[in-house]
């Protein structure tokens, strides 16, 4: 998708009252920024996981072990989705084109010093890179209460990364959604119904969510660590 088609449907919805122009500025960035505000923001229930944890045969513990580590107990933000940037991601998806220019948004490697520490700061850097490269730049965030990565995209069964952001603005039913999707579709459903109080069981399933950042994060043992709490 280019600048000018995300502008026509942010006009089609109501946001966007400017040229089409392909010119992705403070109009068009304010625009998709209110555009993904406006969901109602709905939060999921005990009901929610317990279908969600019975399509996916494994103890609801297990769900809201991955919820409590994932979206550390927001999901939404001032109206909008949790999210995290991931430069690295958005540079190996635009061909490094921009690590030289846009260094805030590009990286060729990981680097936890490019991760702003506030929710606006990652906002910005999404408006930022979408203006650079729209399906890079949504593709290259993760949202909501489970943090599925945009790249997955299509795993999730949207049709495009934009339209995957959109959903993941609307409720975290929209979010309990990709996850299961994601879980199914990218073979971790044994991985998560190994979780247990022993970290060890929970290492492939760290290691297929989070990727190769897992360990220097942890994740196994908070996962085991939420397990537990959730299990009580």
């Given amino acids: 998708m280019d600048q000018a088609t995300l502008q026509r449907r942010l006009a089609d919805r109501g946001y966007y009252h400017g040229s089409i ?21 709905y939060p999921i229930t005990a009901a929610d996981i ?16 991955v919820y409590d580590v994932e979206a550390a107990g927001d999901a939404f933000i001032d109206g909008r989705p949790a999210i995290l940037f991931e430069p690295h991601r ?22 936890r010093k490019l991760y702003p520490a506030s929710q606006a700061g990652r906002w910005q850097q999404l408006l930022d890179a979408v203006a650079l490269d729209v399906d890079a730049g ?5 949202y909501g209460a489970f943090q599925i990565l945009g790249e997955n995209f299509a795993v999730c069964d949207a049709p495009d990364a934009w339209s995957f952001a959109w959903r993941q603005c609307q409720t975290e039913g929209d979010q309990l959604d990709a ?11 044994r991985a998560l119904q190994r979780i247990s109080a022993d970290p060890a069981t929970c290492k492939p399933f760290a290691d297929g969510y989070n990727g190769t950042a897992s ?11 939420a397990y537990v709490r959730r299990a009580a």
Avoid at 179 to 189: A, E, P, Q, S, V
């Fill in 90 to 111: 958005f540079s190996r998806s635009t061909g490094h084109r921009y690590d030289a220019s846009h260094p805030r948004l590009s990286s060729r490697s990981w680097n």
């Fill in 215 to 225: 360990a220097l994060n942890h994740y196994a043992e908070n996962i085991a660590a």
């Fill in 179 to 189: 996850f299961t999707r994601f879980i199914t579709g990218r073979g971790l459903k």
């Fill in 138 to 142: 949504f593709m290259s965030a993760s």
């Fill in 21 to 41: 122009d392909g010119l992705f500025q403070d109009a068009s960035k304010a625009a998709l920024l209110a555009c993904l505000t406006d969901g109602p923001d």
């Fill in 50 to 65: 317990a279908q969600a944890a019975k399509d996916l045969s494994v103890d609801p513990a297990k769900v809201w072990a």
